[in-house]
């Protein structure tokens, strides 16, 4: 199958992304990231997975470019790269016009119902006068 015109490098790298940021565990490794670098031992803590099975996920978001690893003496610790984060949140971009049209569309709808409700309050109230 050969990949649209419009099909990029950015678009593979958006395929990445969004592929290491489908698994839960690899979202709570990356917030915990976002408080600071860690080793994969501190990463590992809180869940109920091997060393093994941490790692895979921490190669899985270093090869989508989320996290980078630098050396320290014999420690890696991780750290967070937003680059990645910030191309989702440039790509979702062009879709908020249709979340704003809506929006829109659902406000001018509940005003509609608001304005009728209080006219129908009005007219009631007039009734007992």
Not at 17 to 24: E, G, I, P, V
Not at 58 to 85: H, N, S, W, Y
Not at 94 to 104: A, K, L, S, T, V
Request: glycine letters at 4%.
């Amino acid at each position: 199958m050969v990949a649209p015109p419009s099909a990029t490098l950015d678009d593979n790298r958006l395929d990445e992304t969004f592929a290491a940021l489908a698994n839960s565990t690899r979202r709570a490794i990356l917030a915990r990231l976002a408080e600071g670098e860690a080793n994969v031992n501190e990463l590992a803590e809180p869940f109920d997975l091997t060393l093994p099975a941490v790692s895979k996920h921490i190669k899985v978001l270093e090869q989508a470019g989320l996290i980078k690893r630098t050396r320290r003496a014999q420690f890696r610790p991780c750290a967070i790269d937003a680059a990645p984060l910030a191309e989702i949140a440039g790509w979702a971009e062009q879709y908020r016009h249709i979340w704003d049209d809506r929006f829109d569309r659902m406000d001018e709808y509940v005003r509609s119902i608001q304005l009728e409700e209080h006219n129908r309050d009005s007219e009631g109230e007039d009734d007992h006068r």
